[in-house]
Nanobody, 125 residues
Framework: QVQLVESGGGVVQAGDSLRLSCAASGRTFSNQAMGWFRQAPGKEREFVGG????????IYADSVKGRFTISRDNAKNTAYLQMNSLKPDDTAVYYCAFDRSVLFVPARVSAYDYWGQGTQVTVSS
């Protein structure tokens, strides 16, 4: 069993930065991955990016590429989503998700085994 606790959401202005954290407790797995998703009101949950734990290989959605960076702290079993140059379109509830075993970071919601509670990010214009 894995529990995920997110933190770091808030209200910011366009152009600002924000960093989200996702701390995983419980078991760790040699081929685990952490994904970040977001869901805006009335929209489906969408993939933002993810990181493969063993080599920190990260992938990103085109909409955030160059602005968002995902990293991880192995000792803390924590993943981070650094969001720069935020836009109003980035407003959503952000979720982290955990996949126990991957070859490549998956982008689909159904691939992930555990989910965080979500944290609201609001970007005002």
């Amino acid at each position: 069993q894995v529990q995920l606790v997110e933190s770091g959401g808030g209200v910011v202005q366009a152009g600002d930065s924000l960093r989200l954290s996702c701390a995983a407790s419980g078991r760790t797995f040699s081929n685990q991955a952490m994904g970040w998703f977001r869901q805006a009101p009335g929209k489906e949950r969408e993939f933002v990016g993810g990181i493969r734990w063993k080599d920190s290989n990260a992938i990103y959605a085109d909409s955030v590429k160059g602005r968002f960076t995902i990293s991880r702290d192995n000792a803390k079993n924590t993943a981070y989503l650094q969001m720069n140059s935020l836009k109003p379109d980035d407003t959503a509830v952000y979720y982290c998700a955990f996949d126990r075993s991957v070859l490549f970071v998956p982008a689909r919601v159904s691939a992930y085994d555990y989910w965080g509670q979500g944290t609201q990010v609001t970007v005002s214009s």
